[in-house]
């Protein structure tokens, strides 16, 4: 009874409601959704009162490059020229030669000197040699860091050069070449110029100066003048020794000392000459 006397309220006021007109529901919509400016596109409003001014878009990338970040040569350029030990290449000619000096001269000591000197036969009595040899392997090894610094180098600084760029998507299986704009070609080109070539002169310097030591050294040790220095007479020597099926004074003596006592050596000056 109390649900029907409700509803008995309640019916005239909902019997009572009509649809709005259509000038009615024109004006609602003008109300709560204002037209925006024909002039201005919507993505460039920013309603508030601190940005009630349309604001510039945003500014597109210099180039539209596919080519994948650490691809791209300028990138390559950079990551060579900070990892080790291309970037000694790049550094101080001071710092450059005094860092390829000690890898030459701790490799000599620490490997090609215990190695040329334990791993040979009476090192003891041709000492020159010895440290000839440890040398030369230090300089090989200087040798070989300056020819892999030079290969990447020349590397990076061909790609930087060249008109076009060698890339791959996922894999070794779809390589792709890009051909760079006009900005990006005087980009790279430049960098090349200014900062790979310098560096490669140098390798080209260094590994000059390698090759040329090394030669010197190996003919060194070979030479008369390394095995003529000795410290003292090696027993190895058997230039004094009896020669099989000879015989002499000299021979008879080594063989048979008591025989000879009491004569005097050919070495000891005679009587008869004094």
């Known amino acids: ?19 709005p007109s259509r000038h009615h529901r024109r004006f609602l919509h003008h109300s709560l959704f204002p037209k925006l400016p024909s002039h201005s596109p919507p993505s460039l409003l ?12 945003p500014s597109l990338p210099e180039t539209d490059c596919p080519v994948p970040p650490e691809q791209q ?46 791993g040979s036969v009476g090192p003891e009595y041709e000492p020159v040699k010895r440290i000839l040899a440890a040398s030369s392997s230090g300089i090989f090894v200087v040798t070989l860091a300056v020819v892999r ?18 890339y791959e998507e996922t894999g070794w299986y779809d390589g792709q070449v890009w051909v760079k704009t006009p900005q990006v070609l005087a980009r790279d080109r430049l960098l090349g110029s200014f900062s790979v070539k310098p560096v490669l002169t140098r390798l080209k310097n260094t590994l000059v100066i390698l090759g040329l030591s090394l030669i010197l050294v190996v003919n060194l ?13 090696d027993p190895r020597d058997r230039s004094s020794m009896p020669i099989p099926g000879a015989y002499n004074d000299e021979t008879a003596r080594t063989f048979e000392p008591e025989a000879f006592c009491g004569e005097p050596s050919s070495d000891e000056p005679s009587s008869d000459l004094l």
């Open 46 to 57: 920013k309603f508030g009162a601190e940005n009630s001014e349309p604001q510039p878009p």
């Open 221 to 233: 040790g070979n030479s008369p003048i390394a095995s003529s220095y000795k410290t003292y007479k």
């Open 149 to 166: 610094m030079y290969l990447g180098w020349a590397y990076v600084g061909n790609r930087l050069l060249s008109a076009t760029v060698e």
């Open 1 to 19: 009874m109390a649900a029907a006397t409700v509803l008995r309220h309640f019916t005239p006021i909902s019997s009572s409601l009509k649809p």
């Open 73 to 118: 040569p300028i990138n390559e350029y950079q990551s060579l020229s900070s990892s080790f030990p291309f970037s000694w290449a790049s550094g101080e000619l001071v710092e450059y030669s005094s860092r390829l000096f000690i890898t030459g001269a701790s490799f000599a000591f620490f490997v090609g000197l215990p190695v040329s000197w334990f």
